[in-house]
Structure formats: C-alpha cells, structure tokens
C-alpha cells in the first residue's frame, strides 16, 4: 500500500506562481512513476507531469509544458509541482499519483486509469 497526501493548493491570481508537494508512506519503492494529475471542473481528469521514481527524466503534458516542473525531494518520497506562470484554465483539483506497472512514464500519463494509488487532491484555483 501506497498513501499519498497532496498539499500546496490555494488561489493566486494569473501570472502567480504556486508549488504542490505530496508525501508517499508505505512500500513507495515498489512505485514505477509518480505522477500529478488534474481535473477542472465539468472536465476529464488530464496526467500533466510525471517523473521515473527515484529519477530520470520528467514527462509533461502540452498544455503545461514550460511553465511546470515536477521534481522529487533528496528523499524521494516527496514529490513537487512547481507550477508557474499560472492561468485561469489551470483551474482544477490536482491529483499525485503513484503507478506500480512496468510501461513508460511518457505512455502512462495520459492513462490515469493505469495509475494504482491517488492522493486525496488539493484545490488551485486561479483567477484573471
């Protein structure tokens, strides 16, 4: 088991800068990906970053590419989103999410139904 609390949410105005953290507890090292996941409201829940577990390359969806940065700490159970240059369509309840499988971070993320732990969510909202 994988437990996943997700903190950093709140309101900023557009062109504000916000930074998302989630602690892991349990068997974490068992974790292929960590990714942050976001669902705005009257819309599909969309992967926007993911990182190899204990490193490598981060993977980013295009419509935050540039802006975010997904990064883990020294420990590797705290997984961040720093998320700048915000916009009003970055509205959403953001998601960390752990996947246990074996296939790439870059095919998984658009696949959240792959991902097999979530965190309860934390809210941003961003206005103009």
């Known amino acids: 088991q994988v437990r996943l609390t997700e903190s950093g949410g709140g309101s900023v105005q557009a062109g504000g800068s916000l930074r998302l953290s989630c602690v892991a507890s349990?068997?974490?090292?068992?974790?292929?990906?960590v990714g942050w996941f976001r669902k705005p409201p009257g819309k599909e829940r969309e992967g926007i970053a993911a990182?190899?577990?204990?490193?490598?390359?981060?993977y980013y969806a295009d419509s935050v590419k540039g802006r975010f940065a997904v990064s883990q700490g020294d420990a590797k159970n705290t997984l961040f989103l720093q998320m700048n240059r915000l916009e009003p369509e970055d509205t959403a309840m953001y998601y960390c999410?752990?996947?246990?499988?074996?296939?790439?971070?870059?095919?998984?993320?658009?696949?959240?139904?792959?991902?097999?732990?979530w965190g309860q969510g934390t809210q941003v909202t961003v206005s103009s």
């Open positions: 349990g068997y974490t090292y068992a974790s292929n990906c």
């Open positions: 999410a752990a996947y246990q499988g074996s296939l790439s971070c870059s095919w998984s993320l658009p696949r959240s139904y792959l991902y097999d732990y």
């Open positions: 990182i190899y577990n204990g490193g490598g390359s981060p």
